[in-house]
């Protein structure tokens, strides 16, 4: 049952009912954890991806002969699906990829030997530090408490910058990216974009850091249009708490007003393109706590932690989203940021090898409020920023059309 910090899911007339994933844009190409697959034992397995499961779309020639099954809460449309394979493995359990249509991008999920779900991971490709694409998790999904899910999102450094680039070998690099590999061949190749959401185009740079921090509205973030639609609350308003003392106490600034302002800029739809405030959605900041996360505990809570061991953790992750959802209504999200970062905290441009605390408090709560990655390198809701850049600050024209589909 809902807190009074959080609010009830409305009846089914008071909210306009979505299906989940619907999309403006092409599927992202999905990706698994390194840290995932090695705490998933001897089978080498990283989480897997979201799926259209069912029997329907299997290869008459699939090595498994019982079909993966996903929950209809988990799967995406058979219409996205260009093709779908699976394969058994040698302790029964079976992997089923479906390729995106108009994407490199897929999904794999992992069922045991019934069909029954396991987990799954969306797998999608950003640009590495030599800028040829990486093929990365976005997402996580598990079955959580009473019939609901459990999906992570992870939030990476661009690491094509040098900055990036250092934080990723720190932490053992692209070798250290453990990805499953995509079960079938795409009849597709690798045409479309690289993350359903996110441009397979390299990033383009644009003179050096200080050049890419601010956001014009006459540049990309107001003529990328895309955007992704997961669940939605089921209501306009919901709350949520920030446990400040987890903060670390080496943040400039104020890094807590700065969490609280990410959460405004959708709110307010804060944006340069001249898109003007027409939602309703309000996520309302209603105290300070003592809770962690991620916690399915009917409070969402914001903390500082380590991220290593976390579902949604692997190379060049440094914040992450955690929604819980039924019935494409989400029942809870909690934040989290790496208490090992150098982040800037404050409202000014960031000095020095910082990540603006800002800009992923915006990013990360866009997740919360039912946004998945997106495919335009300038909206806020792509997967990867670099240090010393705020351009996640505004929304771009897809960051609010997504919001204003979702909040009508």
């Known amino acids: ?27 992202v190409q999905a990706g698994l954890s390194p840290d995932e697959s090695r705490r998933r034992g001897p089978l080498g397995l990283g989480v897997l991806a979201l799926a259209a499961l069912g029997s329907a779309g299997l290869p008459a020639d699939s090595d498994a002969a019982v079909p993966c099954v996903v929950p209809s809460d988990v799967g995406e449309p058979q219409a996205d699906i260009s093709d779908t394979a699976q394969e058994e493995l040698a302790n029964g359990d079976i992997v089923r990829t479906d390729h995106l249509k108009g ?3 897929y999904r794999s999920t992992r069922c045991d030997s019934s069909g029954g779900f396991i987990e799954s991971m969306l797998v999608g490709d950003i640009a590495g530090p030599d800028g040829k ?33 250092a934080l990723w070998n720190r932490a053992g690099g692209v070798e250290a990216i453990d990805v499953l590999p995509a079960v079938g061949a795409d009849p597709e190749g690798t ?20 050049s890419v921090r601010a956001r014009a509205a006459s540049d990309q973030g107001c003529s990328q249009t895309d955007y992704e639609l997961e669940d939605n609350w089921g209501t306009d308003t919901h ?51 003592s809770a962690g996360a991620p916690v399915q505990d009917s409070s969402n809570t914001t903390t500082f932690r380590y991220l290593s061991g976390l579902s949604c953790y692997q190379t060049g992750v440094v ?14 999200s909690d934040q989290v940021y790496s208490q090992s970062q150098s982040w800037w905290g404050g409202y000014g441009d ?18 919360e409020g039912g946004l998945n990655h997106a495919s335009g390198d300038w909206l806020t809701m792509y997967p990867a920023t670099c240090y010393g850049c705020i351009r996640w600050r505004d929304l771009g024209r897809g960051d609010v059309l997504g919001i204003r589909a979702l909040y009508p």
């Open 1 to 27: 049952m809902p807190t009074s910090e959080q609010s009830a899911v409305s009846a089914p007339g008071n909210q306009v009912a979505r299906s989940r994933r619907s999309r403006r844009n092409p599927p």
């Open 103 to 105: 994407t490199t991008s």
């Open 133 to 165: 694409p990486v093929s990365v998790q976005l997402e996580h999904t598990v079955q959580a408490a009473e019939g609901s899910y459990r999906t992570a999102f992870s939030t990476y450094v661009d690491p094509s910058t040098p900055e990036g680039a």
């Open 191 to 210: 045409s479309g974009s690289s993350i359903r959401g996110t441009s397979s185009a390299k990033r383009k740079r644009r003179g050096g850091r200080s």
């Open 239 to 289: 709350t949520y708490r920030i446990n400040s003392s987890t903060v670390p106490t080496s943040i400039p600034g104020s890094p807590v007003s700065v969490l609280i302002s990410g959460r405004h800029t959708w709110n307010n739809t804060s944006n340069p393109c001249g898109l003007s405030d027409i939602t309703d959605y309000i996520a309302d900041y209603y105290s300070d706590t």
């Open 319 to 332: 914040a992450c989203t955690y929604r819980w959802f039924k019935n494409g209504h989400i029942l809870e």
């Open 350 to 367: 960031p000095t020095g090898d910082y990540l603006d605390l800002f800009s992923y408090a915006a990013h990360e709560s866009g997740h």
